[in-house]
């Protein structure tokens, strides 16, 4: 019963509900307990009759009572954000988003000397999906001096049952420091110049890399850097959701100026006791304090990088991983995991960033603007919109490389296999990838930023 009366909203009808239960239950269970002793007397129907009304008053309570929990669990997101309201009277229902919808950006916080969080609400005021805890968004970005519209993915940092709004965590991206090549694009603008008010189309939120809120198996939530903002959402689900599941979440950063959340998980720490938290900073500052076990006050667990023997040191033998960060960090302790005998069916990674080629294939294209002339000859791909025809250079990466090669800008995100964004459709020949794609892909796409041709000739939509 308890249950059911937490999906009933509003308060008062939660209340009266529960009250009414109980009142007719204890009122069956007077009259038949005076049936069955056959008391006659007034004083015993007067009992009977207060027992009834104690029962629907305690009923009363605990309908209130389901509210407090319920706002504990997470189920809903209040913060200093109204939940949205409809304004129209055909308020957008989540099966019908499936491409761009906009948001608005209704509060933006700093949460650290690299990372912003940016708070979205749909601008047509519907309804918002739930998401899976670690799924991400893609978001559009018409950013003044590009030739044409960025497109970027960006974990859920945050997590509710059912979201009053979607939060973004993003890094500004610097320029490599051994590379002359500008900054990132999207996310030194989103940082410079996307404040409240303004406007971002986004799709639906997606993604593989998930944890799974029915399981009870112990989970290691492990990142450092950004990486940290899927482990949020995984963190705040899986605590709410399954709140006796073993956790360990694991973090890296350089030090507190750079350590976004901390706050944020210790609270959850503090409130979950089957929450274990590790912060590990490489280059403490002056002024960052150790954590003091006993009043778990202070910035930092450990001095150094998180590695494979710190975590097996602490967690069950039995445990599912979860790994998001910096290449390098991943492929480590994907190493020692290995080493330690974890199997791969037990450890998940998603990477933000690809590595770029050192150098870009040569533009070896042999531009026409009589498409078919070339198109039969050996190892070559045609971009059939665009009217070009290239010899296949066994040297690209993907095909998304060699069409950018060749002066071409389809759209991409994370170059990976992840969002999809690149997904082109195959008019002629065949392709094979360099990696599984994760991304859905419609019947007669291809992902183009994981694919190479397998076929001579290989047309694509472009
Ligand atoms: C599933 C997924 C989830 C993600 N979640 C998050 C998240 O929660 N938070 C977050 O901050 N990011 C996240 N990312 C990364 C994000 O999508 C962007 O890749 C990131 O913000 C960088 O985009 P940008 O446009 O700023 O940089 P870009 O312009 O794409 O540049 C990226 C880097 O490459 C350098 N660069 C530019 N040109 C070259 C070149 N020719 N050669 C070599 N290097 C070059 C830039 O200086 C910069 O450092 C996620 C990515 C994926 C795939
Ligand atoms: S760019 Fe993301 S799937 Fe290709």
């Not at 009870?216 to 689900?237: D, R």
């Not at 078919?372 to 045609?382: E, F, I, L, M, T």
């Amino acid at each position: 019963m308890f249950t059911s009366l937490k999906q009933i909203r509003h308060p008062l009808v939660r209340s009266a509900t529960a009250a009414i239960t109980t009142l007719s239950v204890a009122t069956f269970a007077s009259s038949v307990a005076l049936g069955v002793t056959n008391a006659k007397d007034e004083s015993a129907a007067r009992s009977a009759l207060y027992a009834s009304l104690l029962a629907g008053g305690c009923g009363a309570l605990v309908g209130l009572m389901a509210r407090e929990q319920e706002a504990d669990r997470g189920m809903t997101q209040a913060l200093d954000l109204e939940p949205p309201t409809a304004v129209n009277s055909m308020p957008i229902s989540p099966v019908n988003w499936t491409d761009w919808r906009n948001f608005v950006v209704v509060r933006k916080v700093k949460e650290s000397k690299e990372i912003t969080s940016f708070y979205l609400r749909p601008e047509d005021m519907g309804v918002l999906p739930s998401f899976q805890p670690g799924q991400f968004l893609t978001i559009k970005l018409e950013i003044p001096g590009q030739a044409r519209a960025i497109i970027r993915t960006y974990s859920l940092s945050d997590y509710a049952e059912q979201p009053a709004y979607y939060r973004l965590s993003i890094k500004r991206e610097l320029m490599p420091a051994e590379l002359d090549v500008p900054p990132g694009i999207a996310s030194n603008f989103m940082h410079d110049c996307v404040d409240v008010g303004a406007v971002i189309p986004a799709k639906p939120p997606s993604g593989k890399f998930v944890l799974d809120v029915q399981k009870s198996s112990p989970a290691v939530l492990i990142s450092n850097g950004v990486g940290i903002t899927p482990m949020i959402s995984m963190a705040k689900a899986a605590t709410w959701l399954n709140r006796d599941r073993p956790l360990w979440f694991f973090h890296g950063a350089r030090n507190s100026q750079f350590h976004a959340f901390r706050d944020e998980i210790a609270a959850i720490a503090q409130q979950h006791p089957a929450l274990t938290t590790h912060f590990a900073y490489s280059r403490p500052r002056p002024d960052d304090v150790a954590i003091d076990d006993l009043s778990e006050s202070g910035h930092y667990h450990s001095i150094g990088y998180i590695d494979t023997a710190l975590i097996q040191s602490q967690v069950m033998p039995d445990a599912e991983y979860f790994l998001c960060g910096s290449p390098a960090f991943m492929e480590s302790i994907r190493a020692g995991l290995k080493q330690a005998g974890v199997p791969d069916s037990r450890v998940f990674f998603e990477s933000f960033m690809q590595a770029r080629a050192a150098s870009a294939p040569s533009p070896t294209a042999t531009t026409s603007q009589d498409m078919g002339s070339h198109a039969d000859g050996a190892g070559s791909v045609v971009f059939a919109r665009s009217q070009k025809t290239a010899a296949w250079q066994p040297d690209a990466a993907s095909l998304l490389e060699f069409a950018e090669a060749n002066d071409l800008t389809p759209d991409y995100s994370c170059r990976q296999g992840i969002c999809g964004t690149c997904e082109c459709q195959l008019l002629e020949g065949e392709v094979e990838y360099n990696q599984p794609p994760t991304a859905a892909i419609a019947t007669g796409s291809v992902l183009i930023c994981i694919a190479k041709p397998k076929t001579a000739t290989v047309v694509l939509d472009l």
